[in-house]
């Protein structure tokens, strides 16, 4: 099993800046890639950013120029920071792993994330 726990959401003034982080515990040598997505109210479960394990990137061209993601394998950790917030961007902000050998999908609790105008 692998275990996402994510931190760092909070509320934030648009211009404003916050870094979301997620850590992974488990079985962390078979994951594929892991990412961020978000959900708004009344919308559905979109991408934000994905890094796989060979360190390729993709953004949502929404938070292209603005978000970047990163990851510290010495501490099984992967990182969101997120400039230049706008009040769209609000959300809760699910950690996501894929591990290709289980054909799965593994998710985060959620972290809410709200920019006010």
């Known amino acids: 099993q692998l275990q996402l726990v994510e931190s760092g959401g909070g509320l934030v003034q648009a211009g404003g800046s916050l870094r979301l982080s997620c850590a992974a515990s488990g079985i962390i040598f078979s994951v594929n890639a892991m990412g961020w997505y978000r959900q708004a109210p009344g919308k559905q479960r979109e991408l934000v950013a994905t890094i796989t394990s060979g360190g390729g990137l993709n953004y949502a061209d929404s938070v292209k120029g603005r978000f970047t993601i990163s990851r510290a394998n010495a501490k099984n950790t992967v990182y969101l920071q997120m400039n230049s917030l706008k009040p769209e961007d609000t959300a809760v902000y699910y950690c996501?792993?894929?591990?290709?050998?289980?054909?799965?999908?593994?998710w985060g609790q959620g972290t809410q994330v709200t920019v006010s105008s």
């Open positions: 996501y792993a894929y591990i290709l050998a289980n054909v799965r999908s593994y």
